[in-house]
């Protein structure tokens, strides 16, 4: 995965950088540069296609293949607060212990 962190964790760092920029339009090119400087572009946009296709309120832009972009909203600052991804991989690794 990306940089030693777990899927959730990189998803929850991607979410706080964008909160950090105001929720401003940010490109998977810039996320690979100023996040995640050990990891390639395809491994974030893999991470934005996935968190794009889970149920969380995100401001979404996909303008081409060559380059994805994302950003946030006041519900994705909630959502974060919350615990964001990582509670819900704790959760559903939880669940999955019982079942």
């Known amino acids: 995965m ?3 962190l777990t899927e959730a964790q990189a998803k929850d760092r991607i979410l706080k950088y964008c909160i950090q920029e105001k929720h401003s339009i940010i490109p998977s090119t810039e996320l690979q540069n100023e996040v995640f400087k050990n990891s ?5 946009k893999f991470l934005l296609q996935k968190m794009s296709s889970e149920c969380i309120d995100l401001d979404k832009v996909n303008l081409n293949s060559q380059t994805k972009y994302i ?11 919350q615990g964001g991804f990582t509670k819900i991989e704790s ?3 939880v669940k ?3 079942l």
């Open 96 to 98: 999955s212990n019982f």
């Open 71 to 81: 950003s946030t909203n006041k519900a994705s600052v909630t959502f974060l607060k």
């Open 2 to 4: 990306i940089e030693d």
């Open 91 to 93: 959760e559903s690794s």
């Open 40 to 44: 390639s572009v395809d491994d974030v």
